[in-house]
């Protein structure tokens, strides 16, 4: 599975972005994303990744970390194998390489918030706040 992840950049304290996970596997292969919970993480230069949010793979259940809550938005398209994060009002502390994961093993409930969670990885995307 290989998870691409864009959306990223520079916005002022106040400012709006959408990010979005693209996920892909062999071209033979009858992967289907609607199998799997999915998660954004981000991590800060010299901090441990944390958690942001989560959805399970029929989108019934959503959750996040306190700090983003009424910020951001988590959802998904598993007809494009897409998933996106919609994050507004945006503060200087949201400023962190975002990533989106996927759990590698089929469940109807949320994936998790720690990243042993997880199986799949995408490469991250930066988002930089300016106060």
């Known amino acids: 599975v290989q998870l691409q992840a864009s959306g990223g950049g520079l916005v002022q304290a106040g400012g709006s972005l959408r990010l979005a996970c693209a996920a892909s596997h062999g071209t033979f292969s009858t992967y289907d994303m609607s199998n799997y919970g999915m998660g954004w993480f981000r991590q800060a230069p010299g901090k441990e990744r944390e958690f942001v949010a989560q959805?399970?793979?029929?989108?019934?259940?959503?959750s996040y970390t306190d700090s983003v809550k009424g910020r951001f938005s988590i959802s998904r398209d598993n007809a494009k194998n897409t998933m996106y994060l919609q994050m507004i009002n945006l503060k200087p502390d949201d400023t962190a390489a975002y990533y989106c994961a996927q759990k590698g093993v089929r469940s109807g409930l949320l994936p998790g918030t720690r990243v042993s969670d997880y199986a799949y990885w995408g490469q991250g995307t930066q988002v930089t706040v300016s106060s």
């Open positions: 959805i399970s793979r029929t989108s019934s259940a959503t």
